[in-house]
């Protein structure tokens, strides 16, 4: 009974440290004093943010992302740290650009992240993200700053020459590209800049049958059941309503020497490069090599994987090793690749990284090809790739070391791929360019490292204390 007394009784005075703001007769502020700064910052420490911020080596980063403070201009918000560090946030609030930015201006844990004090003051510029998100990918090279990272969790990371791979694919956010869909894109993107040119050079706009295929395509857009036919007649007069566009575009060009931006031209030639692969199409009814799949995202490219939910995805595919939990990234390309052709190359970038012979890789059957096997048995690294033929008389124990390799690929590292996509902003990515989407994947995955040696830096503390 006097037990029961006695935890009540600290459960209420646990109770009575929180108030309603509404129930207080004097005015405060946070952050009144510096004693109350300290308070917020140790609080801000034990969180899991603030565990994220003791893991990154942040001096080392603005040397390899050469961040330096302008001397002309107006002084930016934030500091070289703070522009790494709102990279790493975005992925951990899992928010978008504007809602991220919102919440800085609000919560003083995200401002101890970012180097940043506001106060009363207020970020009006939801595009500062973007910006600093342009900035960083000009200079991103994911094989030197992955070196930068393990280096200093080298000492968190157990059992290094241990190491688990597959591939996976980080889907860009894109409608699904039906032919119909990416030619009225591009016809509707060519219509509307001829008109502009039309209008500068003050000639008259081509005659075209826009406005009726506009109703056409929006009604056939709406049609629940799309016949073979209904898609052959709209696809053809897209296709003719296409090329009447380019032919006068070049027209426009050539006869009043048009300038503009390079991103202009370059839409134009991705433009012409989807008309004659569409037009072949078409004709032939081959299928499309290297098919252009967004006029806007003209690097993507069909990914296929053979999955019954999704066979095709679009975006990068990443072929990812792990070392005790650790993601890091091996290779990443938009263009689709065997990774069963990469386990060598896998090998040597763990060697490259922790300095240490691999003695035990675990990866899947699309691995198991008889060049990485001689490539293993040559240099004795055991694998949990079933064995071919009959096998030896103390089969039991590999058999053992087997199943708990392949429990490790499936449960850890298997499990990072869903974790990164559910919590850390890898689902859909909506960078607009390839240097962009690249970055994204890249702060997506070391954020999600970052929480983990931050959670066994913060164990061993509490250890030793």
């Known amino acids: 009974m006097t037990d029961m007394v006695q935890k009540r009784g600290f459960l209420f005075s646990l109770a009575m440290k929180i108030?309603?703001?509404?129930?207080?007769?004097?005015?405060?502020?946070?952050?009144?004093?510096v004693e109350n700064f300290d308070a917020y910052y140790v609080r801000f420490l034990e969180s899991d943010l603030g565990k994220i911020y003791t893991a990154i080596p942040w001096s080392d980063l603005v040397r390899y992302f050469d961040l330096k403070e302008s001397s002309k201009g107006t002084k930016m918000s934030f500091s070289p740290q703070g522009r790494i560090a709102l990279m790493f946030l975005k992925h951990y609030a899992c928010c978008s650009d504007k809602r991220l930015i919102e919440q800085l201006n609000s919560n003083i844990d995200y401002q101890f992240f970012c180097d940043l004090h506001l106060g009363?003051?207020?970020?009006?510029?939801?595009?500062?993200?973007?910006?600093?998100?342009c900035e960083l990918s000009a200079s991103l090279d994911i094989d030197v700053l992955q070196k930068c990272l393990y280096v200093h969790w080298s000492d968190y990371i157990e059992n290094p020459n241990q190491v688990t791979v597959d591939a996976t694919c980080y889907d860009s956010e894109l409608r699904y590209p039906s032919n119909q869909k990416?030619?009225?894109e591009?016809?509707?993107?060519?219509?509307?800049?001829?008109r502009k040119n039309a209008k500068v050079v003050g000639v008259k706009m081509i005659r075209s049958k826009y406005l009726k295929w506009k109703l056409r395509y929006h009604g056939f857009s709406k049609m629940r059941r799309k016949s073979k036919s209904k898609r052959k007649s709209l696809t053809r007069a897209l296709l003719l309503l296409l090329k009447k566009f380019i032919d006068?575009?070049?027209?426009?060009?050539?006869?009043?020497?048009?300038?503009?931006?390079?991103q202009y031209y370059r839409r134009v030639a991705t433009i012409k490069k989807v008309y004659s692969q569409q037009e072949y199409h078409f004709r032939t009814g081959n299928k499309i090599k290297d098919r252009i799949v967004s006029i806007a995202k003209d690097y993507l490219r069909p990914i296929v994987r053979g999955k019954e939910i999704k066979p095709v995805e679009f975006g990068a595919k990443v072929n990812k090793l792990q070392i005790d939990g650790i993601s890091f990234i091996e290779h990443l390309s938009f263009h689709a690749f065997n990774e069963g052709t990469r386990l060598q190359a896998t090998i040597y970038k763990a060697q490259d990284l922790t300095h240490?012979?691999?003695?035990?890789?675990?990866?899947?059957?699309i691995y198991a090809t008889n060049k990485n096997r001689n490539f293993v048995t040559k240099h004795k690294i055991k694998t949990d790739f079933k064995r071919k033929g009959r096998p030896p008389k103390d089969y039991k124990q590999e058999k053992k070391l087997k199943s708990l390799i392949t429990k490790e690929r499936a449960t850890r590292l298997e499990g990072s791929f869903g974790k990164e996509k559910e919590y850390y902003h890898l689902k859909k990515i909506k960078a607009k360019t390839k240097l962009t989407e690249t970055l994204w994947i890249f702060f997506g995955i070391h954020t999600a490292n970052a929480l983990e040696i931050g959670r066994r830096i913060y164990k061993k503390q509490q250890i030793a204390a």
């Open 19 to 33: 108030q309603r703001i509404s129930e207080f007769q004097h005015k405060f502020s946070f952050l009144s004093s």
């Open 120 to 133: 009363f003051d207020r970020i009006t510029n939801y595009k500062i993200v973007s910006q600093i998100r």
């Open 182 to 184: 990416l030619l009225w």
């Open 186 to 194: 591009a016809v509707h993107w060519m219509y509307k800049q001829l």
């Open 248 to 262: 006068f575009e070049a027209h426009l060009r050539k006869k009043y020497n048009l300038q503009a931006s390079v």
């Open 356 to 365: 240490r012979k691999t003695k035990i890789i675990g990866a899947d059957a």
